[in-house]
């Protein structure tokens, strides 16, 4: 999983970063920072969307958006779980 992935690297000192349609959504993202990806490589016109989405948020915030989102068994769950967290 990410979340494995990321553990694993950050033990290791080696960066991980996510690119992809994933990335450009900036609710997963957050959750990809709570998880502790370093970095999202997104299209050009999801850029902006994706920076203040994160810049909005703290890592307490975001790595609670990660454990919201891993506590679920759907996708839709995941979805809604997180934002509520920021409704």
């Known amino acids: 999983s990410v979340s494995a992935i990321a553990t694993e690297a950050g033990k290791l000192g ?9 990335a450009a959504n900036p609710l997963i993202s957050i959750v990809f ?23 909005a948020v703290t890592i307490g915030q975001a790595q609670a958006a990660a454990d919201a ?4 068994s759907t996708p839709g769950e995941a979805e809604a779980g997180v934002r509520a967290l920021f409704a």
Do not use: K, M, Q, R
């Open 14 to 22: 080696i960066p991980v970063g996510v690119c992809g349609e994933s």
């Open 69 to 72: 989102a891993l506590a679920t």
């Open 33 to 55: 920072a709570g998880l502790g990806i370093d970095s999202v490589s997104v299209a050009p016109s999801a850029v902006e969307e994706v920076s203040s989405a994160l810049a």
